[in-house]
């Protein structure tokens, strides 16, 4: 669930997410733009039992305006663990996604109106890193 609270504590909103899984939804990081929109990502189960990236925009009142997810190069995991947005506006998600051969760290850029996925950057195949924690700028 996003809940959105008032200085004071009070709740302003609620929102839930079920994805098209009908299981695990999980929230990793969370962003707010200038305007007040609230951006949420994390990863969420699919029909195909694995996770995916999930990013739901919602605006300040808590209505959604969109919600995105992104299904790996191969039918296996992918999580999203970080959020942020620029100073254009462009909503920047990364974290991993993972293929047969190796995990790979995956950054997309989500403008308010058009999401777009750039191509994947590759851990080596021996690496032993799990997730990734940083944004990448290119």
């Not at 004071?8 to 007040?36: F, H, K, M």
């Not at 996770?51 to 995105?68: E, K, P, V």
């Not at 777009?116 to 924690?133: E, I």
């Amino acid at each position: 669930a996003t809940v959105a609270y008032s200085r004071a504590g009070v709740a302003l909103w609620t929102n839930r997410y079920n994805g098209p899984g009908s299981s695990e939804d999980w929230a990793a990081s969370i962003a707010a733009d200038s305007s007040g929109n609230v951006f949420v990502t994390g990863y969420s189960y699919g029909t195909n039992h694995n996770s995916d990236f999930l990013t739901i925009a919602y605006s300040g009142a808590g209505s959604a305006l969109w919600t995105n997810r992104f299904h790996g190069p191969v039918d296996d995991r992918d999580a999203a663990n970080a959020v942020a947005v620029d100073g254009s506006g462009d909503v920047i998600v990364t974290g991993w996604s993972r293929t047969t051969a190796r995990k790979q760290v995956r950054k997309s850029r989500h403008s308010k109106q058009l999401p777009k996925l750039p191509s994947p950057r590759a851990f080596p195949s021996n690496s032993r890193c799990r997730r990734a924690r940083a944004f990448t700028t290119s």
